[in-house]
């Protein structure tokens, strides 16, 4: 009782003495709380067959039936492995890139070229989703840049967008265009955070431009590109659906049609709510136990970890 006691104590001084920092953080905690925590409550529809009129606690309870459903389905292979491949192709791709674009931006000593490089690099992380895919498709297009380029060097020209095996191309290089340079803000913030004396050590000891990459700075953006990682991690079963329904085609669901596409068809197209949310669900799953696994290894392998 005692020792309750002194808790809240505690936590009154603490509030008070840091109220303005919990101001700050009290819209992120509503965020979360009324868009992430708030909606869990209806994910038991995946449990239920769901009738709106009904209402979700008088809704018959199916139990694992729409999970068998899903699993036992011709459509479960093939977009699982359409998520696994687009994500794989992302971590393999997409996750080295901003890190690659902050080392070199670290090498660059002319600073208004540097900048000019971190300006046209930021902007596309500005642009919407919508605006991106209307950029590839045309750039992409029987008759756009890329074949009127091509043509020149006597290739002939491809239908990119209806290419069911161009399209994880498509997918995976737009969304590198696309965040590249935002994603290289946190890697250069960790690059500064490194102590310069360690470079003028390095130089001191004849250590090279390219020696002085690898033994001092990569080691310093270490811990921040570990926790990225597991982050990525923790959504390898994620892919943005509004950029596939936007993208892909019925030429092109062979490759593209991922489990965040399918379940916007189901729920929103064919109303199957309950089935949509048994699959959402699944996905969700996954990601978890995917994330605790991966900080599990880093925490095994390293001093990095989430928890």
């Given at each position: 009782m005692h020792d309750g006691a002194t808790y809240w104590s505690r936590l009154r001084k603490d509030l008070k003495r840091n109220q303005i920092i919990y101001w700050m953080v009290l819209p992120a905690i509503l965020y979360y709380g009324i868009f992430?925590?708030?909606?869990?409550?209806?994910a038991q529809i995946a449990f239920k067959t769901y009738v709106p009129a009904k209402g979700i606690w008088a809704s018959h309870w199916v139990g694992f039936d729409h999970f068998k459903l899903f699993f036992n389905s011709f459509y479960f292979w093939r977009v699982l492995k359409?998520?696994?491949l687009i994500n794989l192709y992302q971590l393999i791709f997409g996750f080295p890139a901003p890190?690659?674009?902050?080392?070199?931006l670290n090498e660059v000593r002319v600073a208004i070229f540097k900048r000019a490089v971190q300006t046209v690099?930021?902007?596309?992380?500005f642009i919407s989703v919508v605006v991106v895919v209307g950029i590839v498709i045309d750039f992409f297009s029987l008759d756009g840049l890329i074949n009127r380029?091509?043509?020149?060097?006597?290739?002939?020209?491809?239908?990119?967008?209806?290419?069911?095996?161009?399209f994880r191309f498509l997918f995976v290089g737009s969304d590198i265009w696309q965040g590249v340079g935002w994603g290289s803000i946190i890697y250069l913030a960790a690059i500064a955070g490194?102590?310069?004396?360690?470079?003028?050590?390095?130089k001191v000891d004849g250590a090279g431009r390219f020696r002085q990459m690898f033994?001092?700075?990569?080691?310093?953006?270490?811990?921040?590109?570990?926790?990225?990682?597991?982050?990525n991690i923790g959504h390898f079963m994620s892919v943005g659906a509004e950029k596939i329904i936007l993208l892909y085609n019925p030429a092109t669901y062979e490759t593209a049609d991922a489990i965040s596409s399918f379940v916007y068809r189901k729920g929103l197209l064919e109303s199957s709510f309950s089935f949509s949310a048994a699959v959402g669900l699944f996905n969700s799953v996954i990601n978890f136990a995917l994330l605790i696994v991966a900080n599990r290894i880093s925490r095994n392998v390293s001093e990095t970890k989430l928890w």
């Amino acid at each position: 009782m005692h020792d309750g006691a002194t808790y809240w104590s505690r936590l009154r001084k603490d509030l008070k003495r840091n109220q303005i920092i919990y101001w700050m953080v009290l819209p992120a905690i509503l965020y979360y709380g009324i868009f992430h925590y708030g909606p869990m409550y209806g994910a038991q529809i995946a449990f239920k067959t769901y009738v709106p009129a009904k209402g979700i606690w008088a809704s018959h309870w199916v139990g694992f039936d729409h999970f068998k459903l899903f699993f036992n389905s011709f459509y479960f292979w093939r977009v699982l492995k359409n998520t696994l491949l687009i994500n794989l192709y992302q971590l393999i791709f997409g996750f080295p890139a901003p890190i690659l674009l902050a080392l070199l931006l670290n090498e660059v000593r002319v600073a208004i070229f540097k900048r000019a490089v971190q300006t046209v690099t930021y902007i596309p992380h500005f642009i919407s989703v919508v605006v991106v895919v209307g950029i590839v498709i045309d750039f992409f297009s029987l008759d756009g840049l890329i074949n009127r380029l091509s043509s020149l060097f006597g290739f002939k020209p491809i239908q990119f967008v209806l290419e069911a095996d161009w399209f994880r191309f498509l997918f995976v290089g737009s969304d590198i265009w696309q965040g590249v340079g935002w994603g290289s803000i946190i890697y250069l913030a960790a690059i500064a955070g490194i102590d310069p004396s360690l470079y003028e050590a390095a130089k001191v000891d004849g250590a090279g431009r390219f020696r002085q990459m690898f033994s001092i700075t990569i080691p310093g953006m270490a811990p921040t590109i570990i926790i990225l990682f597991i982050l990525n991690i923790g959504h390898f079963m994620s892919v943005g659906a509004e950029k596939i329904i936007l993208l892909y085609n019925p030429a092109t669901y062979e490759t593209a049609d991922a489990i965040s596409s399918f379940v916007y068809r189901k729920g929103l197209l064919e109303s199957s709510f309950s089935f949509s949310a048994a699959v959402g669900l699944f996905n969700s799953v996954i990601n978890f136990a995917l994330l605790i696994v991966a900080n599990r290894i880093s925490r095994n392998v390293s001093e990095t970890k989430l928890w």
